[in-house]
């Protein structure tokens, strides 16, 4: 009888009420809710067209800037933005193979003196941007800079005479934010940072025309 009353006593010791309490919540599933997994972000859909002797692409991204991509542009940091398109022949022995590949680069600021906010536009590499072979736009709010950038509407991305009569191509789209045009210190400090990680991307088959 004193060994059982000995043994009883160590056990109250050791577990304590309060612990005794957190594994029936536990148990019972009172732990709290389960954190939400963020959600994948939604692929654009893609549009193709043949017109004038041209394939032609059109696409609407559903994409928003973090907080900390505002922050630069309001600091006076640019950002820059590429999308691209490659053109793929399907073949069923190899690897698909690329038939045509085009650049579309945006280059966004913001002005604090005008408080306006200006976006270039230039096919080809960002580097094209800063020479003067763009379309630029000005914008009263980052509101109306983003729904342009979002929207592209009737992009040429290659000839007609390049798809193969009788083959099934494939359109592969990516879009994203550019950080190797950042300025060095800001690019190292975006370096494992998921907020600057913004892209998209979306695949398109585009089947032979009846007859040919």
């Not at 599933?29 to 939400?36: E, H, K, L, N, S």
């Not at 043949?50 to 692409?57: M, T």
């Not at 073949?91 to 913001?110: D, E, G, I």
């Not at 592209?152 to 290659?158: E, M, N, Q, S, V």
Request: charged share 20%; proline share 6%.
């Amino acid at each position: 009888m004193t060994t059982m009353a000995f043994t009883t006593h160590c056990l109250k010791r050791q577990h304590p009420s309060w612990l005794l309490w957190l594994v029936v919540a536990i148990l019972m599933g009172w732990a709290g809710p389960a954190r939400a997994q963020p959600s994948a972000p939604e692929v654009p859909l893609l549009k193709l067209e043949r017109l004038e002797e041209s394939l032609w692409l059109s696409v609407q991204l559903n994409v928003e800037l973090p907080a900390v991509v505002e922050e630069a542009l309001l600091k006076g940091i640019p950002i820059y933005f590429v999308a691209q398109a490659d053109l793929l022949r399907e073949r069923w022995y190899w690897m698909n193979k690329k038939v045509a590949s085009t650049q579309r680069s945006m280059r966004l600021s913001y002005h604090p003196l005008t408080r306006r906010w200006r976006l270039n536009v230039a096919s080809g590499e960002a580097a094209e941007v800063s020479q003067g072979l763009t379309l630029n736009q000005n914008f009263e709010s980052l509101a109306d800079a983003m729904s342009t950038i979002r929207r592209i509407f009737r992009w040429k991305i290659a000839n007609l005479a390049e798809l193969e009569p009788g083959s099934k191509h494939v359109v592969d789209f990516h879009f994203q934010l550019d950080v190797t045009q950042l300025p060095r210190p800001l690019q190292i400090g975006t370096l494992g940072q998921s907020d600057w990680l913004v892209s998209r991307a979306a695949t398109q088959t585009l089947e032979p025309e009846p007859g040919k």
